[in-house]
């Protein structure tokens, strides 16, 4: 079970908003490196096991080179992230591109980079030839419809937009080896924030029995399979972390069954987690402007929906800490709000906390992943600064917060008066 507890003290919190006010995200560097070598340890039975990083859950190259450290790869789905990878410095096999309605020059950019291609849809083989090649390695996502079940997030299978029917996997590799490709490799992801480890184990079964069918038929060998993100993390006091050891035995049975059963091994196990890699090492830090009290109270923030989304997108839980109130009685209720013109500008609802004054520090728990990234800039709110707590406890800034003329640089308010009305 988890407790919800900081990596820092009110004193270190106030510290560090005396050098970066609020609101900002702080990542735990240390929590966040120990959480990376557990995952790699669990599947260290398999020979060229990868974690590639989903770099949308957190787009900042400082984590990426932190992760990169630690063996993992970069899983990118766009032009942006793909010159993440490139500052960084990654090429080839270290990057996964995973992406979705694809467009040339996304792809183009990919094969200068080497990049694993892993595309959505069989049509995309045609339209990659043409604009950008064919590589030597090739990947397809799998979408297995009915025989899985997905969930709230990521939806049914049938229903979402991703990935190659069965029928489409088999005409897939044949046109792909009719057209030259020497080496494949397979992807599925039917789930997003997914705590039970037997779904990734179903998940390992249906992909390798898929595996077995599709070499017998074809005669080729399928190098890895990528069996996607979407490792729940707990998000609410109590529930249980996915166990790795666990998952990862549960994978390695039906690897030994299907895979080396079938005369098939080696087979490389890929992941491309974001949520599981540094969702649980973010936290996103604020004060309260204003206590409100109408209908209801409401404890509003400094920061809004635009640094953090998941709760008023899909109604996800965050745990609230207030710093220093730790041990304080839960008497109050409030709405704790953001001030965008937006009534579901709510980091949370009815939530039972300590009683609330301007000027607490509310940290906002969990936000590593899909928290800074998601972000957007209605009513011009500006996004915050990102900033790493290092192993020996100093604290950097790896993204400045944006600025009023960033907001504005793609108007051009000197053009405006020329123009006539
Ligand atoms: C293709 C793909 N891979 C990986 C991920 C990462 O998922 P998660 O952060 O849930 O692990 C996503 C999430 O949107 C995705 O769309």
């Not at 290092?390 to 108007?411: M, P, S, W």
Request: aromatic residues 10%; charged residues 25%.
């Amino acid at each position: 079970m988890t407790e919800k507890s900081l990596p820092f003290t009110k004193e270190q919190l106030e510290a560090i908003i005396s050098r970066f006010p609020t609101p900002f995200h702080i990542y735990d560097e240390k929590a966040m490196r120990a959480n990376a070598q557990q995952f790699n340890q669990a599947f260290s039975w398999n020979e060229g096991f990868k974690e590639y990083y989903a770099i949308k859950a957190a787009p900042n190259p400082y984590l990426m080179k932190i992760l990169r450290q630690e063996g993992f790869g970069i899983d990118c789905s766009s032009m942006a992230e793909l010159e993440i990878a490139e500052q960084i410095g990654m090429r080839g096999e270290e990057i996964m591109f995973t992406s979705n309605d694809t467009p040339a020059y996304e792809f183009v950019k990919a094969m200068e980079l080497g990049a694993i291609i892993n595309l959505d849809d069989i049509s995309h083989i045609e339209y990659l030839e043409k604009h950008a090649g064919l590589p030597e390695l090739l990947c397809f996502r799998y979408n297995p419809g009915s025989l899985k079940e997905g969930n709230l997030i990521i939806g049914h299978p049938e229903e979402a937009k991703y990935g190659f029917t069965r029928e489409q996997m088999f005409e897939g590799y044949r046109l792909a080896k009719a057209k030259g490709v020497k080496r494949f490799g397979i992807h599925t992801m039917v789930a997003s924030n997914e705590l039970d480890p037997g779904y990734f184990v179903e998940t390992a079964e249906i992909l390798f029995t898929l595996i077995a069918e599709i070499s017998a038929e074809l005669d080729i060998h399928i190098e890895f399979a990528n069996l996607g993100g979407g490792i729940g993390i707990p998000y609410r006091p109590g529930q249980k972390p996915v166990d790795l050891t666990h998952m990862s035995n549960g994978i390695r049975q039906m690897y030994e069954k299907i895979i080396v059963g079938n005369g098939l091994a080696p087979l490389r196990i890929y992941f491309e987690s974001g949520r599981a890699i540094t969702g649980p090492y973010g936290y996103l830090v604020s004060k309260v402007l204003h206590i409100k009290d109408t209908y209801k109270k409401f404890a509003g923030l400094d920061a809004c929906m635009v640094n953090l989304m998941r709760p008023a997108l899909y109604g996800a839980y965050h745990h609230i800490t207030v710093a220093g109130k730790e041990n304080q009685p839960v008497t109050g209720t409030y709405d704790v709000t953001g001030s965008l013109c937006e009534n579901n500008d709510k980091f949370a609802i009815d939530r039972q906390l300590p009683e609330l004054q301007p000027d607490d520090i509310v940290v906002i728990h969990d936000t590593g992943a899909h928290g800074h990234a998601m972000g957007f800039n209605y009513n011009g709110k500006l996004k915050s600064a990102e900033l790493l707590l290092r192993e020996n406890g100093e604290v950097v800034q790896i993204r400045r917060a944006e600025t009023i003329r960033d907001y504005f640089a793609t108007l051009d308010f000197e053009g405006l008066g020329n123009f006539e009305v």
